[in-house]
């Protein structure tokens, strides 16, 4: 099958045929036929699998074969809007959208957060066909009145599990509110939780049900390990690593924003050119920082996995997790940036002692035991595996929290003494309450 058995003009293919793409992806191969048809979408589809393309290349056939609405008094409405989740993955997809519609007349540009929105209000006063934006920028556009989003005809939620994760559905909802009903509305997501499914039930009509199968195609191609460390050991190992085994561009995954600060200044003290990309760091700065990394002048990028959503390079050799995701499908998520298009790829965890819970999730999940790996000076010492101070101190702090309940208070007859509030203190609280959720204001950093 070519792309132009799927019904695509020969604009669009002539396209993407200089991107050096002959044959679509599955999803691409399903999506693109019922989106041509004008059915609303529920599509199953991980990062890697040709998505942004499924969705892109039937938006601009079908807006190309259409005349575009009157503009309103102030402004042109907007015709596609694409919702994602982080400024990196609106900045691709949006790439995508020019690259596949240079020979077409539509314009189409993005906004996010991180950067000044006067520019992008005067882009907006223009004609804007397709819009790929974050809910929060999104919004206050609408806030200040300088977005029409009254005629939108095809919506679509990109990465909506990430969506969800990163506490946008308020955001979502009042976008959806805003929207006509009278539209085709796709939603791509990695995962089908009772969350996914119970937003396709308000945003979508009678959809068409694809899923690409979840075990990843390249999975053969990337080989894991692992190797034990302690969580003091773990810099001066991804060190000597990266030195003996003169490794580039190396994607390295934290689990805090902090962390691959610290991280990154500590290569770059041992002369490994290194940088941090995460939601505190400005647009302007990630996008230096990832600029840098794709054409191969820096040599490591230390990334949570917020911010890594949106890099995407091709046949990226080295993927290594410094830190365990404690969410195991995230794992898969990070693994899958090495191996692509049939080029073999690498992936190593540092475990320490602390982890050994998220490696058993991991391993449960891949369906296979992660092989060990031993290196030269850092051997794996058994009697040394125990939990840092600090998570030990915790786990015995709450082990002694039962006996010291029963045990009467020096003030137990101030019975009117107020208790110290502890709400909000625990930072796994997070279903279901307001003030555990990040605020608009830093949910929109990402």
């Known amino acids: 099958m070519s792309f132009s058995n799927l019904g695509l003009s020969d604009e669009i293919v002539r396209a993407v045929t200089a991107r050096g793409y002959t044959v679509p992806t599955p999803v691409q191969a399903q999506a693109i036929p019922l989106i041509l048809q004008g059915q609303d979408l529920l599509a199953g589809a991980q990062t890697g699998t040709g998505k942004t393309a499924g969705f892109t290349l039937p938006i601009l056939q079908l807006l190309s074969g259409r ?15 694409i919702l994602t989740p982080t400024r990196e993955l609106a900045a691709q997809v949006e790439e995508s959208v020019q690259a596949y519609g240079q020979h077409l007349d539509l314009n189409s540009m993005t906004v996010f957060g991180g950067v000044n929105i006067t520019p992008q209000i005067r882009q907006l006063r223009g004609r804007v066909d397709i819009l790929v934006a974050t809910p929060g920028r999104l919004l206050d ?41 009278e539209r085709q509305s796709l939603l791509f997501s990695a995962t089908f939780s009772k969350e996914i499914k119970a937003l396709a039930q308000t945003m979508l009509n009678d959809p068409a049900l694809i899923e690409v199968p979840r075990q990843n195609p390249k999975a053969e191609l990337i080989e894991q390990k692992m190797y034990r460390v302690g969580s003091d050991r773990k810099a001066s190992l991804l060190v000597h690593l990266i030195q003996q085994n ?23 003290q041992s002369d490994i050119p290194a940088l941090a990309i995460h939601g505190n760091k400005s647009q302007a700065v990630r996008t230096r920082t990832l600029a840098k990394f794709k054409d191969g002048t820096l040599q490591v990028l230390v990334a949570t996995d917020i911010a890594a959503r949106g890099i995407d390079i091709s046949e990226l050799p080295m993927v290594i997790n410094y830190e365990l995701p404690n969410v195991p499908e995230d794992y898969v998520h990070r693994i899958g940036r090495t191996g692509r298009a049939g080029s073999a790829g690498e992936a190593i965890s540092l475990v320490s002692a602390d982890e050994r819970k998220y490696l058993v999730s991991i391993e449960r999940l891949i369906k296979r035991p992660i092989p060990e790996g031993e290196v030269e000076g850092f051997e794996f010492d058994p009697a040394s595996d125990v939990l840092s101070p600090k998570v030990a101190q ?16 020096p003030n137990h007859q101030n019975k009117g003494q ?3 509030s502890h709400s909000g203190s625990n930072p796994k609280s997070r279903s279901g309450s307001a003030s555990s959720r990040p605020s608009p204001e830093k949910r929109r950093t990402h």
């Not at 005349?67 to 809007?81: D, E, G, M, N, T």
């Not at 599990?161 to 976008?175: E, N, Q």
């Not at 580039?248 to 902090?258: A, D, G, I, N, S």
């Open 67 to 81: 005349s575009p609405q009157i503009p309103s008094k102030r402004r042109f409405p907007v015709r596609a809007l």
């Open 141 to 181: 556009h609408v806030q200040q009145g300088t977005v029409d989003l009254s005629q939108v005809e095809i919506l679509v939620l990109d990465e909506a599990d990430r969506m969800l994760d990163m506490g946008f559905i308020r955001d979502i909802r009042r976008i959806l509110s805003l929207l006509p009903k």
């Open 246 to 268: 003169n490794w580039y561009q190396v994607l390295v995954f934290t689990r805090t924003k902090h962390g691959a600060d610290r991280l990154a200044n500590r290569l770059a």
């Open 394 to 409: 915790n786990q015995r702090g709450r082990r002694q929290q039962p006996q010291r309940a029963h045990a009467p208070s």
């Open 418 to 420: 107020k208790k110290p």
